[in-house]
């Protein structure tokens, strides 16, 4: 299997600009997470998605920021204006969600450095 | 707020000397699990842990959870610069989710 696939690697971008950054899951995967990891923060949750519906966005740090997941090999996070404290390495995971009970592995992308001037 | 607190931050070792990283957390998880990030990447899941007082080893590595399941710890022996990485736990809290909280976070690096 391909494993998480991430784009852009690298994005460069001035304030205010908008950002799309871009994952495509695990084949077969029904759960796919947005996080962002920064220095100061480590690693947080931003939203989480169950069968392409958003379950959890409440890491979502405000309404720059977006998520959609049209379909189960998809999923988009868009910021929309960037700022400057945006700047982190944005990580997409995904794994096979069976019950809440069950403890699954998520299998993370390479991630998208995010760089906002 | 953050839930799970790791020990110590940063580590700074030689080549075959024992190691040990803590996290805590005044919760209860369902589950633990130890990941591990290498430079570049994205974490790579180690080992999951969910009973109480549980013991897993992963070659050198040795995995603790602890009885009231609140705390969990990973020892090295013999440290090896391939275990050069930042280690992080992370903690499933149960209920109807499969949300994980991820901990702080320990860079370990090994010197040869």
């Known amino acids: 299997d391909a494993g998480v696939i991430q784009s852009p690697r690298h994005e460069v971008t001035e304030m205010g600009q908008e950002v799309t950054l871009r994952c495509k899951p695990i084949s077969g995967h029904n759960s796919l997470f947005w996080y962002r990891q920064t220095m100061m923060r480590g690693l947080e949750l931003l939203i989480y998605?169950?069968?392409?519906?958003?379950?959890?966005d409440s890491g979502m740090p405000e309404d720059r920021f977006s998520a959609k997941m049209p379909n189960a090999s998809f999923s988009t996070l868009k910021i929309q204006p960037s700022e400057p404290r945006d700047s982190a390495v944005y990580f997409c995971?995904?794994?096979?969600?069976?019950?809440?009970?069950?403890?699954?592995?998520?299998?993370f992308g390479p991630g998208t450095r995010l760089t906002v001037l | 707020t953050q839930l799970l607190e790791q020990s110590p931050q940063f580590l700074s070792i030689q080549e075959g000397e024992n190691l040990t990283v803590y996290c805590n957390s005044s919760s209860v998880f369902s589950s633990l699990q130890w990941y591990r990030q290498e430079p570049g990447e994205g974490p790579v899941l180690l080992v999951t842990v969910v009973t109480g007082g549980e013991v897993k080893k992963l070659k050198r590595l040795t995995f603790q959870f602890g009885d009231a399941r609140k705390d969990s710890s990973l020892h090295i022996t013999a440290a090896q610069p391939g275990d050069t990485g930042l280690y992080l736990c992370?903690?499933?809290?149960?209920?109807?989710?499969?949300?994980?909280?991820f901990g702080t976070g320990t860079l370990l690096a090994v010197q040869p």
């Open positions: 995971a995904s794994s096979s969600f069976l019950a809440p009970s069950h403890t699954d592995t998520q299998y």
């Open positions: 998605f169950n069968n392409n519906v958003p379950i959890d």
């Open positions: 992370a903690a499933l809290y149960g209920g109807a989710t499969n949300k994980l909280i």
